[in-house]
T-cell receptor
Framework: AQTVTQSQPEMSVQEAETVTLSCTYDTSESNYYLFWYKQPPSRQMILVIR??????QNATENRFSVNFQKAAKSFSLKISDSQLGDTAMYFCAFYYNQGGKLIFGQGTELSVKP | DVKVTQSSRYLVKRTGEKVFLECVQDMDHENMFWYRQDPGLGLRLIYFSYDVKMKEKGDIPEGYSVSREKKERFSLILESASTNQTSMYLC??????????????FGPGTRLTVL
Protein backbone atom coordinates (compact mmCIF):
# COMPACT_ATOMS: atom_id res chain seq x y z
CA ALA A 1 0.00 0.00 0.00
CA GLN A 2 1.12 3.53 -0.72
CA THR A 3 1.38 5.89 2.23
CA VAL A 4 2.29 9.54 2.66
CA THR A 5 3.55 10.93 5.96
CA GLN A 6 3.90 14.54 7.04
CA SER A 7 5.52 14.45 10.46
CA GLN A 8 5.17 18.16 11.28
CA PRO A 9 1.56 18.98 12.25
CA GLU A 10 2.37 22.67 12.80
CA MET A 11 5.18 25.02 11.87
CA SER A 12 5.78 28.72 12.09
CA VAL A 13 8.19 31.06 10.35
CA GLN A 14 8.95 34.75 10.43
CA GLU A 15 8.04 36.81 7.43
CA ALA A 16 10.84 36.93 4.80
CA GLU A 17 12.55 33.83 6.17
CA THR A 18 12.81 30.38 4.61
CA VAL A 19 10.95 27.32 5.83
CA THR A 20 11.01 23.66 4.78
CA LEU A 21 8.06 21.30 5.12
CA SER A 22 8.80 17.58 5.20
CA CYS A 23 7.05 14.73 3.44
CA THR A 24 7.99 11.08 3.13
CA TYR A 25 6.19 8.37 1.23
CA ASP A 26 6.28 4.65 0.83
CA THR A 27 5.77 2.87 -2.47
CA SER A 28 7.12 0.05 -4.58
CA GLU A 29 6.13 1.85 -7.77
CA SER A 30 8.83 3.31 -10.00
CA ASN A 31 6.71 5.74 -11.98
CA TYR A 32 4.66 8.17 -9.93
CA TYR A 33 3.96 11.83 -9.26
CA LEU A 34 4.19 13.98 -6.16
CA PHE A 35 2.34 17.17 -5.34
CA TRP A 36 2.14 19.92 -2.76
CA TYR A 37 -1.28 21.50 -2.28
CA LYS A 38 -2.02 24.62 -0.23
CA GLN A 39 -5.27 25.29 1.65
CA PRO A 40 -5.45 28.89 2.96
CA PRO A 41 -7.83 29.58 5.87
CA SER A 42 -11.43 29.47 4.61
CA ARG A 43 -10.26 29.33 1.00
CA GLN A 44 -10.03 26.69 -1.67
CA MET A 45 -7.18 24.23 -1.95
CA ILE A 46 -4.81 24.96 -4.82
CA LEU A 47 -1.86 23.21 -6.38
CA VAL A 48 1.53 24.65 -5.41
CA ILE A 49 3.95 22.40 -7.24
CA ARG A 50 4.28 18.95 -8.80
CA UNK A 51 7.16 16.57 -9.48
CA UNK A 52 7.37 13.63 -11.84
CA UNK A 53 9.40 10.78 -10.31
CA UNK A 54 11.28 10.12 -13.55
CA UNK A 55 12.63 13.68 -13.58
CA UNK A 56 15.80 14.13 -11.56
CA GLN A 57 15.61 17.91 -11.60
CA ASN A 58 13.77 19.40 -8.64
CA ALA A 59 10.64 21.37 -9.55
CA THR A 60 10.52 25.10 -8.86
CA GLU A 61 7.67 27.61 -8.93
CA ASN A 62 8.75 31.12 -8.01
CA ARG A 63 9.43 31.09 -4.23
CA PHE A 64 8.44 27.43 -3.91
CA SER A 65 10.86 24.60 -4.63
CA VAL A 66 11.11 20.94 -3.75
CA ASN A 67 13.91 18.66 -2.64
CA PHE A 68 13.05 15.31 -4.21
CA GLN A 69 15.15 12.43 -2.92
CA LYS A 70 13.83 9.36 -4.73
CA ALA A 71 16.02 6.78 -3.00
CA ALA A 72 15.09 8.15 0.41
CA LYS A 73 11.43 8.56 -0.64
CA SER A 74 11.45 12.12 0.57
CA PHE A 75 9.72 15.15 -0.98
CA SER A 76 10.16 18.35 1.01
CA LEU A 77 8.81 21.79 0.13
CA LYS A 78 10.95 24.88 0.61
CA ILE A 79 9.29 28.29 0.79
CA SER A 80 11.70 31.18 0.38
CA ASP A 81 11.03 34.77 1.44
CA SER A 82 7.90 33.70 3.33
CA GLN A 83 4.91 36.02 3.05
CA LEU A 84 1.85 36.43 5.27
CA GLY A 85 -0.24 35.00 2.42
CA ASP A 86 1.67 31.73 2.71
CA THR A 87 -0.17 31.01 5.97
CA ALA A 88 -2.11 27.84 5.15
CA MET A 89 -2.44 24.12 5.59
CA TYR A 90 -0.05 22.32 3.22
CA PHE A 91 -0.70 18.81 1.99
CA CYS A 92 1.74 16.48 0.30
CA ALA A 93 0.13 14.02 -2.14
CA PHE A 94 1.19 10.98 -4.16
CA TYR A 95 -0.22 9.55 -7.41
CA TYR A 96 0.56 6.45 -9.43
CA ASN A 97 -1.21 5.36 -12.58
CA GLN A 98 -2.48 1.97 -11.42
CA GLY A 99 -4.06 3.60 -8.40
CA GLY A 100 -5.66 6.39 -10.38
CA LYS A 101 -6.10 8.63 -7.36
CA LEU A 102 -4.28 11.02 -5.08
CA ILE A 103 -3.12 9.85 -1.66
CA PHE A 104 -2.71 12.71 0.79
CA GLY A 105 -0.57 13.17 3.86
CA GLN A 106 -1.92 14.44 7.17
CA GLY A 107 -1.09 18.07 6.45
CA THR A 108 1.19 20.69 8.00
CA GLU A 109 -0.29 23.93 9.28
CA LEU A 110 2.10 26.76 8.51
CA SER A 111 1.85 30.16 10.19
CA VAL A 112 3.86 33.06 8.84
CA LYS A 113 4.38 35.68 11.54
CA PRO A 114 5.00 39.39 10.90
CA ASP B 1 -10.45 30.05 -14.38
CA VAL B 2 -11.74 26.68 -13.29
CA LYS B 3 -14.61 26.98 -10.92
CA VAL B 4 -15.80 24.20 -8.63
CA THR B 5 -18.76 25.11 -6.46
CA GLN B 6 -20.42 23.29 -3.62
CA SER B 7 -24.04 23.80 -2.63
CA SER B 8 -23.42 24.78 1.00
CA ARG B 9 -20.48 26.05 3.06
CA TYR B 10 -22.06 24.97 6.34
CA LEU B 11 -24.72 22.36 6.99
CA VAL B 12 -26.27 21.05 10.21
CA LYS B 13 -28.29 17.85 10.11
CA ARG B 14 -29.75 15.40 12.59
CA THR B 15 -28.81 11.77 13.01
CA GLY B 16 -30.74 9.58 10.58
CA GLU B 17 -31.46 12.31 8.05
CA LYS B 18 -30.68 11.84 4.38
CA VAL B 19 -28.13 14.43 3.28
CA PHE B 20 -27.26 15.59 -0.22
CA LEU B 21 -24.04 17.46 -0.99
CA GLU B 22 -23.87 18.91 -4.47
CA CYS B 23 -20.80 19.79 -6.51
CA VAL B 24 -20.72 21.54 -9.87
CA GLN B 25 -17.73 22.26 -12.11
CA ASP B 26 -17.71 24.49 -15.16
CA MET B 27 -14.64 23.24 -17.08
CA ASP B 28 -16.04 20.14 -18.76
CA HIS B 29 -13.82 17.91 -16.64
CA GLU B 30 -14.23 14.17 -16.97
CA ASN B 31 -13.08 13.31 -13.45
CA MET B 32 -14.78 14.29 -10.22
CA PHE B 33 -13.95 13.36 -6.64
CA TRP B 34 -15.39 13.53 -3.14
CA TYR B 35 -13.05 13.70 -0.13
CA ARG B 36 -13.54 14.16 3.56
CA GLN B 37 -11.00 16.15 5.54
CA ASP B 38 -10.42 15.50 9.22
CA PRO B 39 -7.71 16.95 11.49
CA GLY B 40 -4.65 14.71 11.65
CA LEU B 41 -5.95 12.45 8.88
CA GLY B 42 -5.58 14.70 5.85
CA LEU B 43 -7.92 14.10 2.92
CA ARG B 44 -9.43 10.71 2.36
CA LEU B 45 -11.16 9.73 -0.87
CA ILE B 46 -14.78 8.65 -0.56
CA TYR B 47 -15.83 8.16 -4.19
CA PHE B 48 -14.73 9.26 -7.61
CA SER B 49 -16.16 9.25 -11.11
CA TYR B 50 -14.44 9.12 -14.50
CA ASP B 51 -17.53 9.72 -16.57
CA VAL B 52 -21.25 10.29 -16.43
CA LYS B 53 -23.07 7.48 -14.63
CA MET B 54 -19.75 5.91 -13.65
CA LYS B 55 -18.48 5.71 -10.09
CA GLU B 56 -15.64 4.05 -8.24
CA LYS B 57 -15.24 3.49 -4.51
CA GLY B 58 -12.44 5.31 -2.81
CA ASP B 59 -10.84 4.45 0.51
CA ILE B 60 -13.79 5.15 2.81
CA PRO B 61 -17.08 4.60 0.90
CA GLU B 62 -19.06 3.07 3.76
CA GLY B 63 -22.13 5.08 4.62
CA TYR B 64 -21.98 7.13 1.42
CA SER B 65 -23.26 6.90 -2.13
CA VAL B 66 -22.85 9.14 -5.15
CA SER B 67 -24.68 10.16 -8.28
CA ARG B 68 -23.41 11.59 -11.53
CA GLU B 69 -26.24 12.10 -14.00
CA LYS B 70 -24.60 15.04 -15.79
CA LYS B 71 -20.96 15.62 -16.57
CA GLU B 72 -20.73 18.85 -14.57
CA ARG B 73 -22.49 17.63 -11.42
CA PHE B 74 -21.41 15.08 -8.81
CA SER B 75 -23.54 14.49 -5.74
CA LEU B 76 -22.58 12.87 -2.46
CA ILE B 77 -25.38 11.23 -0.51
CA LEU B 78 -25.43 10.26 3.13
CA GLU B 79 -28.32 7.81 3.28
CA SER B 80 -28.68 8.01 7.07
CA ALA B 81 -26.38 10.58 8.61
CA SER B 82 -24.46 9.63 11.72
CA THR B 83 -22.40 11.72 14.14
CA ASN B 84 -19.16 10.14 12.89
CA GLN B 85 -19.84 11.72 9.50
CA THR B 86 -19.36 15.18 10.96
CA SER B 87 -16.51 16.50 8.83
CA MET B 88 -15.37 18.85 6.08
CA TYR B 89 -16.31 17.52 2.64
CA LEU B 90 -14.32 18.62 -0.39
CA CYS B 91 -15.21 18.13 -4.02
CA UNK B 92 -12.61 18.23 -6.79
CA UNK B 93 -12.48 17.84 -10.55
CA UNK B 94 -9.79 17.23 -13.16
CA UNK B 95 -9.54 16.51 -16.84
CA UNK B 96 -8.49 13.20 -18.30
CA UNK B 97 -4.96 13.33 -19.71
CA UNK B 98 -4.20 9.68 -20.35
CA UNK B 99 -1.17 8.44 -18.51
CA UNK B 100 -0.36 11.39 -16.30
CA UNK B 101 -2.57 13.00 -13.67
CA UNK B 102 -4.02 16.41 -14.34
CA UNK B 103 -4.26 19.02 -11.61
CA UNK B 104 -7.24 18.55 -9.32
CA UNK B 105 -9.29 21.70 -8.74
CA PHE B 106 -11.10 21.90 -5.44
CA GLY B 107 -14.34 23.43 -4.27
CA PRO B 108 -14.56 25.57 -1.11
CA GLY B 109 -15.77 22.68 1.02
CA THR B 110 -18.90 21.93 3.03
CA ARG B 111 -18.56 21.72 6.79
CA LEU B 112 -21.19 19.21 7.85
CA THR B 113 -22.25 18.78 11.45
CA VAL B 114 -24.47 15.86 12.39
CA LEU B 115 -26.20 16.23 15.75
Amino acid sequence: AQTVTQSQPEMSVQEAETVTLSCTYDTSESNYYLFWYKQPPSRQMILVIRQEAYKQQNATENRFSVNFQKAAKSFSLKISDSQLGDTAMYFCAFYYNQGGKLIFGQGTELSVKP
Amino acid sequence: DVKVTQSSRYLVKRTGEKVFLECVQDMDHENMFWYRQDPGLGLRLIYFSYDVKMKEKGDIPEGYSVSREKKERFSLILESASTNQTSMYLCASSSFTGSSPDTQYFGPGTRLTVL
